[in-house]
């Protein structure tokens, strides 16, 4: 398989068997890591890391120095794409990204042009070559995006929110307007994975961080219907084989069974779910990722060991089980307690498989 | 059933047959309504309000002149209880509750007295008397508290909190200490809830709010449990009946099943669920009630009857749903999108039962 030393993570997403569970962290190049910090500041922003691939391979990297990883993560973020459209992305300390320009009016949203990866995000494949090379087949490289609703939550109300009042306003009383930004997001986010794809990753996530503040009817409609036309929209790896897709909905727990009719491989549970339950509600259809609370990894080594073996048990025996947390890993935690991380779920998974 | 002109709730809590569906509105007593701002600015503070059993009585039944709601929920906060164990509750603008002491030491945790509600909280016993009179037979009067969990992260984060990194600290890291207020503030909620009922409510429900940021272990070992405890010990009213309880866990979507077998009589939902599978899964063991989501208020009536029509439709035919938003109104709706709801649920409900 592409001459992978470690491919863990794409045989437990495809449900084939393995060793022993593959373990890898959102968030896991971040800022909990005193190198990255490091890395960061050389570049002066967020941004000018994104933007600079040889940067950002070097911070990607960084967390399989340290911990027995069974994947890379693309070092980027979700928001590259509105970024692209146009609207001057930027980020506030302590208060996460803005946008310099603002969309409220159907016009605004008609003008926003359709992301061309390969003309307006070259810096994001460069890096994606870079790291391949770097990780020399070492691990599977996860390219990702964000899921068009996310993303136009973020557009519409220029930046993080708590209600989601104008997008919501869209959905209820313009739902037309909403569709044609959704459709825009979703041909830039096809566009943007097959590039990463092209350029050499192995495995893709989709970010719907936001799709749990909808009702069940509006999201089927206004994410996950978008999100099922980008996995259908994918293109197969270098070697015809397609390419894994995770769907990770934060807050979907109860859609599990229309994400799992998506055609993608695998889903994301936050950390408020079963992984019993939710291996039952989905049968043989998909392979499941999660679900440790973020909040474990700021307790000791031996409670973290508990909770990952109650993971574990609850998931059982068998393949289709790439663990991870429940979220992305919070800048507060020791290193350390990551290593336990890994070393437990490595350790203690022997016996299911 | 004691009188009551408008018994629809506590049939529908009990899955007994109704001619429409029954509606009430979290919060619907509330800063959305011109007149509750009035009298709230006459009392000075929100507390002042809570603890002025005439104007308590006042707001509670502000909602039932415009609307045809089926139901008046006491007019309180689920922090009354730590403020009656002594730690000064205090809400600042725009940023919610607040408490003067501070409970951070297992020392702090031994020291909280239990609540003794006819000594302590007087005044909710007195509003949900002068209530009961004042509505005279109407609708019923729901009571309420918060669940343990709840107001557990209220007292260890000292006020609201997105992460609530201390008092999942500790969940993983001292949980007897953690056992040893939920303990506390069990046997406060039960005697609060009893006392409640002795005064005359008809109904009660336990919000909680936050269970759903718990993984699911935790959520049954830390908060349901003890909501469990509380349904089980609450008295039966005047008339020899169980008091309907109704369960809300805000996020609570993938533990229904539990929820349905912790003795209560109803399950709220939050507006992510899909109400005809929760239906599903619950079977006949409880009644349902949502789970519009608030920001449809926002919106047209056109598009609210809509709203409402495919809810009711996802619950379809038979007793045993009863309407309401899946979280609290927001100050910024008008009161004639309200009218619009109740109005779509009475008129649109009938072809169901």
């Known amino acids: 398989m592409t001459g992978l030393k470690n491919d863990r993570l794409l045989r437990a997403l495809r449900r084939q068997p393995v060793d022993v569970t593959p373990v890898w962290v959102m968030r896991q190049a971040g800022r ?29 990297l960084q967390p399989l120095e340290r911990f027995d990883l069974d994947a890379a993560i693309l070092f980027s973020d979700i928001l590259t794409i509105p970024d692209a459209m146009g609207l001057g992305l930027y980020f506030v300390e302590g208060e996460g990204p803005r946008f310099r320009k603002v969309v409220s009016t159907p016009g605004d949203i008609e003008a926003l042009p359709v992301v061309n ?31 068009p609703w996310t993303l136009a939550t973020y557009i519409i109300e220029g930046g993080p929110s708590r209600e989601f009042a104008q997008t919501k306003a869209l959905v209820y009383d313009q739902p037309e307007v909403l569709a044609l930004l959704l459709e825009k997001l979703t041909a830039s986010v096809i566009d943007y994975l097959n590039a990463q794809i092209a350029a050499g990753v192995q495995a893709v996530q989709i970010f719907d961080t936001w799709g749990g503040v909808l ?10 219907a978008y999100m099922q036309r980008i996995v ?34 695998a889903l994301g549970l936050d950390w408020s779910q079963d992984i019993a339950q939710a ?20 307790s000791s080594p031996r409670v973290i060991a508990e909770e ?43 016996k299911y498989h």
Chains 1, 2 share one sequence.
């Open 279 to 298: 291996r039952r509600r989905v049968g043989d259809r998909v392979a499941l990722q999660g679900n440790l609370d973020p909040a474990v990894l700021r």
């Open 117 to 147: 990866t390969l003309k307006d995000l070259t810096y994001v494949t460069d890096a994606v070559r870079v790291i391949r090379r770097e990780l020399n087949g070492r691990v599977p490289l996860i390219g990702f995006a964000g899921s």
């Open 215 to 224: 009702s069940a009817s509006a999201y089927l409609k206004f994410s996950l």
């Open 308 to 350: 990952v073996d109650l993971i574990l048990e609850r998931f059982g025996s068998g393949s289709g089980h790439v663990f991870n947390l429940g979220h992305g890993i919070t800048p507060d935690i020791a290193p350390d307690n990551v290593a336990a991380l890994v070393d437990a779920v490595h350790t203690q998974s022997v």
């Open 232 to 265: 259908s929209a994918l293109n197969t790896g270098p070697d015809g084989d397609p390419v894994p897709v995770i769907l990770f909905t934060k807050g979907g727990g109860t859609w599990l069974e229309q994400m799992a009719e998506s055609g993608c491989h």
């Open 32 to 60: 909990y890591l005193p190198e990255y910090r490091s890395t960061r500041e050389k570049c002066g922003s967020f941004m000018s890391l994104c933007q600079n691939p040889q940067a950002a391979c070097e911070v990607t």
